[in-house]
Each structure stands twice: as C-alpha cells, then as structure tokens.
C-alpha cells in the first residue's frame, strides 16, 4: 500500500491549478519552422557533443521530482547524481506551469519538468531547445508511447526527455454508487441522482474534461482533439459544466479533501488519480476507479533544456539521470505515476506498482488525451478557424464556477 510519505511530496502538486496563460503572443515574429499544430517554432539546434561537466544544474520542478533526503533520508536521488557526476543540483520547486515558463524565461535556469500544459510555450517562444537524444543514453529505453508526441516534439524533432504519465480517471464509492459507472456521463447527467455528491477537478483545464465527452456524446459537434476547440464546441462544453455545477458538491484541488470526502461519503462519484484512489482504499473507503470508456484526460511531464542553458553538459547529465532505470523507479513510486523507462517497472520496491499505474499498457494509454495548451491556431490542424485559447479558458472556468 502506497505511504504516506509519498502522500506528502504529491501535496504541493495535486493542489495546484493550472492556470497557465494562452499561447505566445511574441513568437510569430521569430518563428522559421511550422509545428504539427498549426504554431511556429524558433530555428534553434539540438548539440551534437557534450562538453565536461560545469559543476552545477539549475533546475525548475515540480515538488517530488528532485528529491535530495530532505523531506525523507531514505528518498533522496539527487545526492547519487551529484556524486556520480560532479554536477551540483539547484532546485526551484515551482507551483505552477505559469510559473514554470516565467523562470525558464529568466535565462537562470538549465531544466524544467514542463507538464504538457507548459511545454508548447517553451517551445513557440524559444526558450527550449531541442533536444538531441543520442546524448541521453537511457532515452532507448523509454516507452515508445512517450517518444514523440504534440507535447514534446515538433515535426519530428525532440524538444525533451519523458519523465513520466497518469490519467485523470473516475471514481466512486462502490457502496453507494450501483450499477458501476463506465461513462463519464455519470458525473454529467442533469439528472443524476447523485446531485450534491460529485466531484470535479478545480482548474481551466477541466474544460477539456467535458469536450472529451462530448467527442462521443454529441459527434455532430465534431470535436476531434480536446484541447482544440472552435467557438461553437467551447460554447457546448461549457455550457455542459454549467449544467454539471448544480450537480456538484465540491471541486478539489487538494488531494486530502478528495479523499476525507469520498471517506465520509459526502462525495461519492468524479474525477480522480489512481494515486488518489490508492490513498482513500488505505484509509478504508470502498472506491473503485475505471478508465471511462470515452478515454480520459492525463498528463504527461518532459525535461527539457533551457535554449540558453549555461550548464547545458550538466542538465543533459541530469536528463539521462532522472530517466535511468533506477531514479526514473524512485521518482515514479515516491511522485505516483507511470515511469517513463521500461526497465524502471523491475526496481520498484511494490512489485505491483507499474501494473496498477498501467506502465506497460500502451492501449490503456492510447485512450488519454493529455494535458496540452490551448492556442488560438487549432491543435488538431484546422486552418479554417479559430481556436479558443487558454486564457479564455480561465475566463469562462471563472463564470462556470459562479
């Protein structure tokens, strides 16, 4: 069962909201190359050698994913890192992927555990670069399924190291919820007699959540892609999470009060995380978690390395560390999430771990839509339209929520 230390490092993320900010407005005028989205992109080149060791990285994380003892002795990948070579790690804990872009944009900074909600910012105003995996051993062994994806490539070319991916899946108490729900139109029916009981995730980003259903629930609308919506299918997503608001009870951010929650029975169906689940099981509630049958929204976090990195030898050291068999492992079961490296399943200290987050299962993962920016030129590769950004995104979650 999954400890409660682990719990604590995962606070400081499952509380944030991602409340990042719409494409760049400034990097039209210095891009060169056309992404697969519809953005453009700085012509900026990947190394062909690495140099020796400068001393020091500076990283951005999110909290859990450089872990030096300080929150527990016994959890501490940095220490072996810095002894293995030479390269002294600074960590900046950031809170959220706005904050994340505004220090990358610093030039303080040589790497950043950017979530997909990040990563198309980075790389549109140029302040990654690509990166060239021949110089990250332990790339190889990565799951093919994280390799080359919207969120960390352009066009072919690699803009980061995967690090590792979860789903956003439902849950509901199996005590109080019957027949089981295989849909997410359990937390979106009007009529729901659960009214007052369901949970939804506290973020813009949820919207996406609803667009996802209505890929399938309404197809006349003609959603391809969650994170690329005209004017017309943002209008219908949000209108559906207006609908939702009387339904729900309260919306979570904070991973202990989903779990008190769902413990006390005053929340009994919505969205979660399996780390989530696994926690409210240990704490006796009777959940269960299914991946609805319409997919799932997920994240998946990149390393990826500043543009104008001044340690750029020592971060890419880092990149191969972090995704080596052995820290990728620590990093995932302490975090509680898939492991980006393959070879990470067999040194888990649960046995279990890689099959209860799926690791392996890549038709499982072909069903979740992760976290990408919403920009105005459509990410699915409409041209004939306009897509609805990010900020207005948070605009319309403001309204939703009343």
Known sequence: MWSTRMALALAATLAIG????CG?????GKATAAGQGGFTVPKLAAPQSLGAPEGQVNLVAWAGYAEDGSNDKTVDWVHPFEKAT???VNTKVAGTSDEMVTLMRTGEYDAVSASGDASLRLIASGAAAPVNTALVPNYADVFPGLKLKPWNSV?????????GRGANLLMWRSDRVKP?????GAVFDANSPYKGKITAYDSPIYIADAALYLM?????LGIKNPYALDRGQFDAAVALLKTQRGLVGEYWSDYTKEVQSFKSGDTVLGTTWQVIANLARAEKAP?????PKEGSTGWSDT?????????PTCAYKWLDWIVSPKANAQVAEWFGEAPANAKACGLTSDKTFCATFHATDETYFSKVHFWTTPIARCLDGRKNVTCVDYSKWTQAWTTIKG
């Not at 991602?18 to 900010?21: C, E, K, R, V, Y």
């Not at 089981?180 to 997410?184: C, F, G, I, N, T």
């Not at 959940?287 to 991946?291: G, H, M, P």
């Open 287 to 291: 959940v269960k978690v299914t991946l």
């Open 180 to 184: 089981a729900p295989d849909s997410w």
């Open 18 to 21: 991602l409340a990042a900010a």
């Open 155 to 163: 066009n072919g070319v690699s803009y980061g190291i995967p690090h």
């Open 303 to 311: 390393w990826m390395v500043a543009a104008k990195a001044k340690h």
């Open 86 to 88: 030479g390269c002294k």
């Open 216 to 220: 399938s629930a309404r197809p006349e």
């Open 24 to 28: 760049d407005g400034d990097s039209a």
